[in-house]
């Protein structure tokens, strides 16, 4: 929240710091998902951002994960190793490798979804299905205004 009050800061009412710290606590809930099928939550998200038709090189998954090109070719080496994604040229242009997941890839990714789907129902059991999309639709308009800056 905004204020042009001097008071000190309440991280009880800080959008940032309670997006950040529901953030940490599913990563946290989330881990035995993930362990399950022996990935992290970052080579989860990278699965599923190739599911899901983003990232399709390298370079965009980088942008998508907000991880540096780096960090996100060991991710991709990672995942390669383990037969999830497969790298593959461009026929169109030679210096362009596409990402896609194996069929290994997308069985891991369709059974952790569920599993995930699963764990955030559970979380969310006592909310109503209004304030679920309400709550979707908030973090939507939050998420495309930080896109437009980003």
């Not at 399709?56 to 907000?66: K, M, P, V």
């Not at 995942?79 to 069985?107: F, H, N, P």
Request: aromatic fraction near 6%; proline fraction near 3%; charged fraction near 30%.
């Amino acid at each position: 929240m905004t204020s042009d009050t001097p008071d000190p800061f309440d991280p009880e009412r800080s959008v940032g710091y309670l997006t950040k710290r529901v953030y940490q606590l599913a990563r946290i809930g989330l881990e035995p998902v993930f362990a399950d099928e022996e990935v992290t939550h970052v080579q989860w998200s990278a699965l599923m951002a190739l599911h899901h038709g983003v990232g399709g090189t390298a370079a965009e998954l980088a942008r998508h994960l907000c991880h540096d090109t780096g960090a996100t070719t060991r991710i991709v080496d990672t995942l390669e190793e383990r037969g999830l994604i497969e790298r593959c040229r461009c026929t169109e242009d030679r210096r362009v490798v596409r990402l896609s997941l194996t069929e290994a890839g997308r069985e891991v990714t369709a059974r952790c979804k569920v599993k995930v789907i699963g764990q955030w129902n559970e979380w969310l059991a006592d909310w109503s299905p209004e304030e679920v999309e309400r709550f979707v639709g908030d973090l939507l308009r939050l998420r495309n205004k930080l896109e437009t800056v980003a």
